[in-house]
Protein backbone atom coordinates (compact mmCIF):
# COMPACT_ATOMS: atom_id res chain seq x y z
CA UNK A 1 0.00 0.00 0.00
CA UNK A 2 1.28 3.75 -0.75
CA UNK A 3 0.00 6.46 1.23
CA UNK A 4 -0.19 10.09 -0.71
CA UNK A 5 -0.21 13.50 1.34
CA UNK A 6 -0.87 16.76 -1.11
CA UNK A 7 0.12 19.83 0.36
CA UNK A 8 0.59 23.25 -1.54
CA UNK A 9 -2.49 24.38 -2.45
CA UNK A 10 -4.12 27.88 -1.86
CA UNK A 11 -5.57 31.05 -3.08
CA UNK A 12 -4.11 32.96 -5.84
CA UNK A 13 -4.76 35.20 -8.44
CA UNK A 14 -4.82 34.98 -12.42
CA UNK A 15 -1.24 34.80 -13.45
CA UNK A 16 0.53 33.85 -10.45
CA UNK A 17 2.42 30.23 -9.34
CA UNK A 18 1.81 27.23 -6.85
CA UNK A 19 3.87 24.33 -6.53
CA UNK A 20 2.24 21.29 -5.42
CA UNK A 21 3.73 18.76 -3.51
CA UNK A 22 3.02 15.03 -2.84
CA UNK A 23 4.73 12.89 0.04
CA UNK A 24 4.43 8.89 -0.67
CA UNK A 25 4.93 6.51 1.97
CA UNK A 26 4.64 2.75 2.15
CA UNK A 27 5.71 0.35 -0.27
CA UNK A 28 7.19 3.32 -1.94
CA UNK A 29 9.87 1.11 -4.37
CA UNK A 30 6.52 -0.76 -5.71
CA UNK A 31 5.89 2.51 -7.38
CA UNK A 32 5.69 2.61 -11.12
CA UNK A 33 4.74 6.34 -11.70
CA UNK A 34 3.37 8.97 -9.92
CA UNK A 35 0.39 11.68 -11.39
CA UNK A 36 -1.86 14.79 -11.12
CA UNK A 37 -5.16 15.42 -11.42
CA UNK A 38 -7.49 18.31 -10.71
CA UNK A 39 -11.20 17.94 -10.65
CA UNK A 40 -13.27 21.72 -11.05
CA UNK A 41 -16.43 22.12 -9.29
CA UNK A 42 -19.31 20.43 -11.00
CA UNK A 43 -17.01 18.40 -13.56
CA UNK A 44 -14.94 15.22 -13.69
CA UNK A 45 -11.46 14.77 -12.87
CA UNK A 46 -9.32 15.42 -15.26
CA UNK A 47 -5.65 14.33 -15.68
CA UNK A 48 -2.92 16.28 -15.89
CA UNK A 49 0.57 14.67 -15.74
CA UNK A 50 2.41 11.79 -14.88
CA UNK A 51 5.81 10.76 -14.02
CA UNK A 52 7.49 7.35 -13.79
CA UNK A 53 9.51 6.78 -10.44
CA UNK A 54 12.45 5.56 -11.41
CA UNK A 55 13.51 7.00 -15.09
CA UNK A 56 11.53 10.30 -14.61
CA UNK A 57 9.76 9.72 -17.90
CA UNK A 58 7.15 12.83 -17.97
CA UNK A 59 3.70 13.33 -19.90
CA UNK A 60 1.69 16.15 -19.42
CA UNK A 61 -1.44 16.80 -20.81
CA UNK A 62 -2.03 19.30 -23.95
CA UNK A 63 -3.93 21.59 -21.78
CA UNK A 64 -1.77 22.20 -19.28
CA UNK A 65 1.70 21.88 -21.16
CA UNK A 66 3.97 25.07 -21.19
CA UNK A 67 2.42 26.16 -17.40
CA UNK A 68 2.64 23.29 -15.34
CA UNK A 69 6.00 20.74 -15.13
CA UNK A 70 6.22 17.61 -12.87
CA UNK A 71 8.88 16.45 -11.28
CA UNK A 72 10.15 14.23 -8.62
CA UNK A 73 12.92 14.14 -5.60
CA UNK A 74 13.11 10.34 -5.03
CA UNK A 75 15.06 10.95 -2.28
CA UNK A 76 12.12 12.67 -0.42
CA UNK A 77 9.71 10.42 -2.03
CA UNK A 78 8.04 13.57 -3.39
CA UNK A 79 6.50 14.51 -6.61
CA UNK A 80 5.86 18.18 -7.44
CA UNK A 81 3.27 20.15 -9.90
CA UNK A 82 4.52 23.42 -10.50
CA UNK A 83 1.76 25.57 -11.89
CA UNK A 84 2.38 28.80 -13.70
CA UNK A 85 0.24 31.78 -15.57
CA UNK A 86 -2.40 30.08 -13.67
CA UNK A 87 -6.34 31.08 -14.73
CA UNK A 88 -9.47 31.16 -13.28
CA UNK A 89 -10.20 27.86 -14.85
CA UNK A 90 -7.58 26.11 -12.77
CA UNK A 91 -9.63 26.29 -10.26
CA UNK A 92 -10.86 22.97 -8.62
CA UNK A 93 -9.21 20.15 -5.67
CA UNK A 94 -5.66 18.36 -7.27
CA UNK A 95 -5.21 14.93 -6.61
CA UNK A 96 -1.52 13.22 -6.16
CA UNK A 97 -1.78 9.32 -7.50
CA UNK A 98 0.72 6.22 -7.56
CA UNK A 99 0.25 3.14 -9.71
CA UNK A 100 2.51 -0.05 -9.27
CA UNK A 101 3.02 -0.70 -13.37
CA UNK A 102 2.85 0.68 -16.47
CA UNK A 103 -0.49 -1.04 -17.36
CA UNK A 104 -1.51 -0.68 -13.93
CA UNK A 105 -3.85 2.12 -13.52
CA UNK A 106 -3.68 4.93 -10.64
CA UNK A 107 -4.80 2.87 -7.66
CA UNK A 108 -3.48 4.83 -4.79
CA UNK A 109 -5.07 8.81 -4.33
CA UNK A 110 -4.18 11.50 -1.78
CA UNK A 111 -7.24 13.13 -0.11
CA UNK A 112 -6.46 16.53 -2.65
CA UNK A 113 -5.13 20.19 -2.04
CA UNK A 114 -7.50 23.26 -2.79
CA UNK A 115 -6.26 25.13 -5.79
CA UNK A 116 -8.94 28.63 -6.05
CA UNK A 117 -7.46 31.22 -8.58
CA UNK A 118 -9.89 34.24 -8.17
CA UNK A 119 -8.86 38.01 -9.03
Known amino acids: QVQLVESGGGLVQPGESLRLSCVAS????????MGWYRQAPGKEREFLAA????????HVENSVKGRFTISRDNAKNTVYLQMNSLKLEDTGVYYC????????????WGQGTQVTVSS
Open 26 to 33: GSTNSIYA
Open 51 to 58: ITWRSGKV
Open 97 to 108: AASVSQTADFSS
